[in-house]
């Protein structure tokens, strides 16, 4: 189907304003196959008729439809795998010692889409019961999407989203079939995380001071001033001696001076407090 | 290179399954049912077995279970790759000694991230 120029400005500055995000001259030709089911739905007969009907402002519901089919929701449980394994054996088995007297973990997943790498994290801690006896775990996911968050919180997958990197042992441990085709996670499972809908851009979610944070696949098609922002609101919301991880291929090096490298674990950031910046500084 | 002897009686499914393996750089050998399995382990031992339920000649399972209770040093990592969907299924493959279970359909991300988990990709 063809997209006007000026269509095409539209719908990419309407997602800029409201997600931060950018979609790239590469990504374009999915504006169409995105938009497919509004079109049928509202029986719109050309896109341009769509655009025209979001810039009356008459029809909040459209706008937010149009904005949530834009927005790359993919992800999968146990995402890339590595990162996890990363995180348990680094950073997680630091601050179990580090914690060691108020026995308390917060990690939040900035962009957590339907909720997989959100479930995945609890799951890893719920295997291991014994080791995190008396501990409380917060495990909190967050995205701008309220569809995205619906589905999280509802915890129903279907049969192709459930066995997508998730290992069978898990799988059986932590969800249960339900009308035949999809799996529905476990009450265990459920009470061990919370999801919230809000932006990057937004304060973050309770209890506010994070010692993991994820942020994996989302800052990707950020512009710069948006990324900016949201390195910043990620730094405020991590422990001094917190970790960052990004997703694979994504790296804060270049694009803000909140985080540097951790040099004991390849993949995760640090955050730098105001005292090591200025010693960096002075140096 | 890692080695994967898919066993299907779907010639549609083998094919679709070879595509992918060797897409993962995998090299694929067939076999039509568990019999022809169980001679194709017997030359030669892969490091992986995508593995079908229902066969004709010898099923799946009967096939799982034979190559389980030999007395064969190398064992491979078996994935099940079926329709049988249920979580009565699922449990009886583990208990027999499966590593992983693909529910069919499945793709080529799903695949990949079974054999990752066995640790053979
Ligand atoms: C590709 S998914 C990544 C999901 C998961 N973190 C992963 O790596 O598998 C990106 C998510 O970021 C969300 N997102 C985009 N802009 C956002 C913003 N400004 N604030 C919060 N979430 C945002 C999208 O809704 C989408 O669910």
Redesign the pocket.
Known sequence: MDISQSSQRILSSLLEAR???QITFSRRWRIDSALTSIMREREFDSIDQLVARLVSGRDPALTEAVIEAL??????FF?DKLPFDLLFGGPIRRLELARSRERRLAIW??????G??VYSLAMNFLDEKTRWQGWKIEIVG????RR?IERARGGVYSQFEVQRGLPVMQMIRYFEEVGGREWKVAPALRQAVRFEQ????DPPPRPGRFDIV?????LLY?TTE?RRL?FTRLAQAIAPDGSLML?AGETVIGQTDRFVSDPENRGLYIPVSAGGAQAVRVA | MRSCLVVDDSKVIRKVARHILETLNFSVEEAEDGREALDRCDASMPDVILLDWNMPVMSGMEFLRALRGSERSEQPKVVFCTTENDIAHIRAAIAAGADEYVMKPFDRETLQSKLQIVGVA
Do not use: H, K, P
């Open positions: 997600t931060g995000q927005l790359n929701n993919e992800t999968y995402r997943c900035a962009g957590c889409s339907t997989q790498e967050s995205d701008l999407s995205a809000a932006s990057i851009s994820l942020c994996r696949n989302v950020f948006m949201a997703g």
